[in-house]
């Protein structure tokens, strides 16, 4: 059947159906709100031909109307009420199905316990304490530390802070001088509780007039070294009032006292060894404690001698005048770092020991400039912080420097022909000179072989004459004229003669 569509409202009522299909007259009086429109039952009419089937319309909703609905009555038989909207019933929903039941989540770890607890410092009425974190706080991290207290000789520990904070800094007020009390720290977290954090001894509460400080010398705080058998006596002051608690350890271990001596004073420490030996070597701990408020300082100390000679030394190869050596380090060190090796060289006609390198840092080296036809030793030395080992290692074999047979062949120089006529390089030049005053003539000239020089005035050759005086020093020509007077002016020529030709120059000398 097609789908009814609901009727459009209308303002009288519309008649319900009932059983016997007779409509039943309206209860509602006129004027009362009209009920909402309801799909007509079907008359008994002549059923039309039935379409063919087709899905099902939409549904739509009916009018809204302010009336409500009457609720037809017959005697003997009850009105069925038709379906709303004439929609089919609602199909059942599935039932829903079970939750999976999720995997149970791995239990978180508490945090570790806080580490270093220390008493900083102690009043008379309060103390305060101080730590660090803990190396494990889990994934959720620290919501705090819980810091608890307990006086000595009793297993009542109490919280002294309510609330979980995240200072590792603690300050407990309010008690009472003269108690001991014992206290312990721990870590919490929304997984936990850490394991606690306790004091060894517990906390003597009165005033500290001082706190305990180490007031290391500034030597000390290096290395001390000492050398095999040297006496070891150090003296470390300290401050605290009260006179505070010293105490020496290695290792976390007490010390030997057959071995060591420790004196104390209310002022210092004194450390001593007699004869100090490699096996005293080592970090030296002191803490100096007052009432659970500590100082701490470590000595460093090294004893040490002088090394074992080096090993294995060899000749490895001789060539020229060169030697070239190798060696192993010693087996034993002194207790320190060898800093180098020390090579020595001997030559059999001397016998005398020298000394080629110091402080050479490889295990190896090559010796040079040996003297060609001798024959040579070779020692090394090893060396530390102490000096040089007591012995040397000699290498087992010599190196003989052999000489080398050479044949002298002179160069063959071409011969050169040196002869050369004479040529001046340096003219004369005219000069004026002034009468009574002497003065000289220069000029130069080269040849060879060397020419001869020959001085002419006014084409006039000038001999052996006192008034002039004429030189020749390396090839550079000089003529004196003594006190020229007006009759020595003229015309001066130098002539330069040697078998191969001449040459000649001149100039003018004027005389006023």
């Known amino acids: 059947p097609a789908p009814e569509q609901p009727p459009a409202p209308t303002d009288e009522p519309a008649p319900i159906p ?84 999720e995997p149970e989540k791995p239990k978180e770890e508490p945090p570790s316990c806080p580490l270093s607890l220390v008493v900083e410092e102690v009043s008379e009425n309060s103390f305060t304490l101080t730590w660090k974190a803990p190396e494990q706080t889990g994934r959720a991290g620290l919501d705090g530390y819980v810091v608890e207290i307990c006086k000595d000789g009793s297993s009542d520990w109490k919280a002294v802070n309510q609330e979980p904070f995240l200072s590792t800094r603690y300050t407990i007020p309010n008690l009472s001088s003269g108690d001991k009390v014992h206290v312990r720290v721990v870590a919490v977290s929304a997984s936990g509780a850490s394991v606690p954090a306790t004091l060894e001894q517990p906390v003597l509460i009165r005033e500290i007039l001082q706190l305990p400080k180490i007031r290391m010398p500034r030597h000390l705080r290096e290395t001390y070294i000492r050398r095999v058998g040297d006496a070891v006596n150090i003296m470390i002051p300290f401050q605290g009032k009260p006179q505070p608690e010293v105490s020496w350890t290695k290792g976390g271990q007490p010390l030997d006292t057959n071995r060591i001596n420790i004196r104390n004073t209310a002022r210092d420490t004194i450390f001593y060894i007699r004869q100090a030996q490699r096996g005293d070597s080592g970090k030296y701990e002191l803490t100096v404690q007052i009432n659970g408020a500590e100082d701490k300082a ?64 490889r295990t190896s080296c090559t010796i040079s400039d040996l003297i060609i036809g001798n024959t040579y030793s070779f020692r090394v030395f090893s060396e530390n912080i102490c000096g040089l080992s007591d012995s040397a290692a000699i290498a087992s074999g010599v190196a003989h420097i052999e000489k080398t047979k050479t044949t002298y062949q002179p160069e063959k120089i071409p011969q050169r022909d040196m002869m050369e006529p004479p040529k001046f390089t340096q003219p004369l030049t005219d000069r004026t000179t002034t009468r009574g005053y002497s003065t000289h003539l220069f000029c130069s000239v080269r040849g060879f072989p060397q020419p001869k020089i020959i001085w002419l005035k006014n084409q006039m050759e000038i001999r052996e004459d006192p008034k002039y005086i004429a030189l020749i020093d390396q090839g550079v020509c000089s003529l004196e004229i003594r006190k020229p007077g007006p009759f020595d002016g003229g015309v001066y020529t130098c002539k330069a003669v040697n078998p191969l030709g001449e040459a000649s120059v001149d100039c003018r000398l004027d005389v006023k």
């Open 18 to 101: 009932t059983e016997a299909g007779a409509e039943a007259t309206p209860a509602p009086a006129e004027g009362s709100p009209a009920p909402p429109a309801e799909p007509p039952a079907s008359a008994p009419e002549p059923e039309p031909e039935k379409p063919k089937e087709e899905p099902p319309a939409p549904e739509q909703p009916p009018a809204p109307t302010d009336e409500p609905a009457p609720i037809p009555t017959e005697a003997g038989a009850e009105a069925t009420p038709a379906p709303a909207e004439g929609s089919p019933a609602p199909p059942a929903e599935p039932p829903a199905s079970a939750p999976e039941p």
């Open 298 to 361: 470590t000595l460093d100390i090294q004893v040490v001698e002088p090394p074992g000679p080096p090993q294995n030394l060899k000749l490895v190869d001789v060539w020229g005048f060169n030697v070239a050596l190798e060696w192993t380090p010693p087996a034993d060190n002194g207790n320190s770092e060898i800093k180098g090796y020390r090579v020595q060289k001997s030559d059999k006609k001397s016998g005398k020991w020298f000394t080629v390198l110091e402080r050479c840092t």
